[in-house]
């Protein structure tokens, strides 16, 4: 236990005279648009210059193919009201069993909410968290794959590449603006040959289980690790946040959370963490294409000074 490898609050001890970014992200109306499609206020706010009524028929058709794959391959129907924080949040009750030949459908899962059933919640999560890591390609078929791609770039343009944005800006995240980068198995990205960590985690006030399906559906898993998804539907975004503070306890760490929501402002705001707040709103800086690096890096100066920012942006 004592060893320089051995893990700690979400990090290795090997890696702690490192210094660690942690990225808290939104979902809806940040890194993806879906909401203000299928209400219409994206399009309303382009006065005119954008169809609404396309933006709305784009927004159903994705409620569809996100309430089918819940429904379809991650138990949704099962484990609906059962709304964890993480998929890692009942892992105590979880023994191992294999499951290669585990009848979900058969278990008796269901009320009382008792350890018997926490164990088959937790089974339930684990099977999620192994179809997270093998992504869409590993139980789609190539034409709802072809579907998929085509609704994607669809959106993309009707949005004025908003998606592809915010993905590559993510990715630049997770790289810390480097070329290259190492993903361990902890879900921590490192740059390398860099003295950061990068980690991306998101706090969607949306159910889990929608929440990782949106997350393969909008092309975000290759960023942000199963274990690195939080719902803060049952709990509230500030005990979410709390929970990732004591995750990642250390003085190396700086925190910083975008979003659009006022529950994520009043959050940040208690913790006392830097927030960039999205505005989706054409002409404005804080979006997607528009948000940069530089940006973050001047709102992390303000909160816990200036050093190595220009490291950060090189």
């Not at 970014?21 to 499609?37: A, C, F, G, H, P």
């Not at 070329?179 to 003295?195: H, M, P, Q, R």
């Not at 500030?238 to 006022?262: E, M, S, T």
Request: aromatic share 12%; proline share 2%; hydrophobic share 35%.
């Amino acid at each position: 236990m004592g060893e320089s490898t051995s893990v700690t609050n979400g990090f290795s001890q090997s890696r702690m005279d490192q210094k660690i970014n942690v990225y808290i992200w939104d979902m809806d109306e940040t890194l993806i648009l879906l909401k203000s499609l299928l209400n219409g206020t994206y399009a309303e706010a382009f006065n005119g210059l954008k169809n609404i009524q396309e933006g709305v028929e784009i927004g159903k058709m994705w409620e569809k193919h996100i309430l089918a794959l819940c429904d379809d391959h991650f138990f949704y129907e099962q484990i609906e009201n059962y709304n964890k924080s993480s998929l890692d949040a009942l892992s105590q009750y979880d023994d191992g069993r294999n499951l290669s030949d585990y009848d979900f459908n058969q278990d008796g899962f269901g009320p009382p909410y008792d350890d018997s059933n926490n164990r088959k919640l937790a089974y339930r999560h684990r099977f999620i968290a192994h179809r997270y890591k093998q992504g869409l390609h590993s139980f789609l078929n190539q034409e709802m794959i072809k579907d998929l791609d085509e609704l994607y770039d669809m959106t993309d343009k009707y949005t004025d590449r908003w998606l592809s944005s915010a993905r590559i800006f993510l990715e630049e995240c997770s790289a810390g603006h480097k070329k290259t980068s190492l993903v361990a198995a902890d879900g921590i990205n490192e740059s390398s040959a860099s003295k950061y960590q990068h980690i991306n985690l998101l706090v969607t006030s949306g159910s889990l289980i929608p929440s990782l399906v949106k997350c393969l559906l909008f092309r975000l898993n290759n960023m942000i690790t199963d274990e690195n998804v939080y719902s803060s539907w049952e709990v509230g975004k500030l005990q979410c946040f709390q929970q990732i503070k004591v995750r990642f306890n250390h003085p190396n760490v700086r925190f910083c959370v975008i979003g659009d929501g006022w529950e994520e402002c009043e959050a940040a705001q208690a913790m006392q963490w830097p927030l960039v707040k999205i505005d989706m709103r054409p002409g404005g800086s804080h979006r997607f294409p528009g948000l940069t690096s530089r940006t973050l890096g001047f709102y992390f100066s303000v909160v816990y000074g200036s050093s190595d920012v220009e490291d950060e942006e090189e």
